[in-house]
């Protein structure tokens, strides 16, 4: 089992920035590929970016292209997703993956942190 804590969140205005954190626990070895996903009120959730734990692999929504950049800490343990110029439209709640395959699903995932930006 995996278990993945995010950390982060918050209220924003639109132009501005973000960090969010992800600490990964247990069998992350079994995890090759990190990712971030979103879900925005009565929408369904959607791929935002993914990343090897050693870096040499980086996958974007073209939503987020150019503004966010994912990263891993193999020796934290954590992923980051660094978000910059926030526009209303990246509010949703942002979900952490492990195992993360394909854009459409990861095999573990956290309990998401809240990301809201004012216009």
């Known amino acids: 089992q995996v278990q993945l804590v995010e950390s982060g969140g918050g209220l924003v205005q639109a132009g501005g920035s973000l960090r969010l954190s992800c600490a990964a626990s247990g069998r992350t070895f079994n995890t090759a590929l990190m990712g971030w996903f979103r879900q925005a009120p009565g929408k369904e959730r959607e791929f935002v970016a993914r990343v090897t734990w050693g870096g040499g692999y980086a996958d974007y929504a073209d939503s987020v292209k150019g503004r966010f950049t994912i990263s891993g800490d193999v020796a934290k343990n954590t992923v980051y997703l660094q978000m910059n110029s926030l526009k209303p439209e990246d509010t949703a709640v942002y979900y952490c993956?492990?195992?993360?395959?394909?854009?459409?699903?990861?095999?573990?995932w956290g309990q998401g942190t809240q990301v809201t930006v004012s216009s």
């Open positions: 993956g492990a195992g993360c395959n394909s854009r459409s699903s990861c095999n573990y």
